[in-house]
């Protein structure tokens, strides 16, 4: 009740400062992988709007659509090195993302986990809220920089490092269903769900290591539809949209 009270009074944002998670598959193209560059635009545009508002905004963002490393474990690769090479896959990612947002004026810092001084500064909790403190957009490569991590669980920790507000994990889909809505039309979607609940119903809308560490931390997160318009805006400035994990 007394979020709904907030989403209906706000005329500003309610989030000072948001963890944006993406997945990779958000830039890919019509196939379904590589990197699109329009969509990439398309992708800055939203992350614009809302650095508009004023609100702070760090990015975690996948390489499903560059590498899948179990495609590699599958067919013997060594777990190790299939999360490495997807680790790699994320800071190009961030690359193209950060391209797109400064043709548009947005300053932006790519800051990776695993050292690649040529391309990406070194991630640093403290020099990552500065950036932030100075209206720039942050983007967050690199997973955390060990094997057996996903990118979910780099964004939980990463939200928790920089102090977020909230992890937004923008997909295809406008909310968490209680089975997928794709292959069945009888699916149900969840408004609101506690952290319990995520984790008990094994609902995969983010994996629980990184559900555990937002509960732990008391840290929301939302989940929502990055392609409906205005989703993100809706989102930072307190409107009911997709489905909000939290106690």
């Not at 992708?43 to 590699?72: P, T």
């Not at 961030?94 to 391309?119: F, H, I, K, W, Y």
């Not at 409906?228 to 409107?239: C, D, F, H, R, T």
Request: proline fraction near 3%; charged fraction near 25%.
């Amino acid at each position: 009740m007394e979020r709904e009270t907030q989403l209906k009074g706000s005329k500003k944002p309610i989030y000072h400062r948001i963890l944006l998670k993406l997945g990779g598959e958000a830039l890919a193209g019509k196939q379904g992988s590589g990197i699109d560059p329009q969509r990439a635009e398309k992708v800055a545009e939203k992350v614009q709007q809302v650095r508009d508002l004023g609100v702070e905004i760090a990015i975690v963002i996948g390489a499903g659509n560059l590498w899948r490393g179990r495609i590699g474990i599958a067919r013997g690769m060594e777990r190790a090195t299939a999360d490495y090479m997807g680790m790699l896959g994320t800071v190009m990612n961030s690359m193209a993302l950060m391209d797109a947002l400064e043709r548009m004026g947005v300053v932006t810092r790519v800051m990776s986990a695993l050292e690649m001084s040529a391309v990406a500064e070194p991630y640093i909790r403290r020099r990552a809220i500065r950036h932030l403190e100075k209206g720039r957009v942050i983007i967050l490569g690199g997973g955390t920089g060990n094997p057996y991590f996903s990118t979910d669980t780099a964004a939980a920790l990463r939200a928790m490092e920089i102090d977020a507000d909230i992890v937004i994990k923008a997909t295809k889909v406008d909310g968490i269903y209680d089975r997928d809505p794709e292959q069945d039309a009888q699916a149900v979607r969840f408004d609101r769900l506690t952290y319990l609940d995520a984790l008990s119903r094994r609902l995969q809308v983010m994996d629980s290591t990184a559900i555990s560490l937002c509960m732990d931390n008391a840290l929301p997160i939302l989940v929502l539809d990055m392609w409906e318009p205005n989703s993100l805006i809706k989102a930072v400035m307190g409107e009911a949209v997709g489905t909000f994990i939290a106690e």
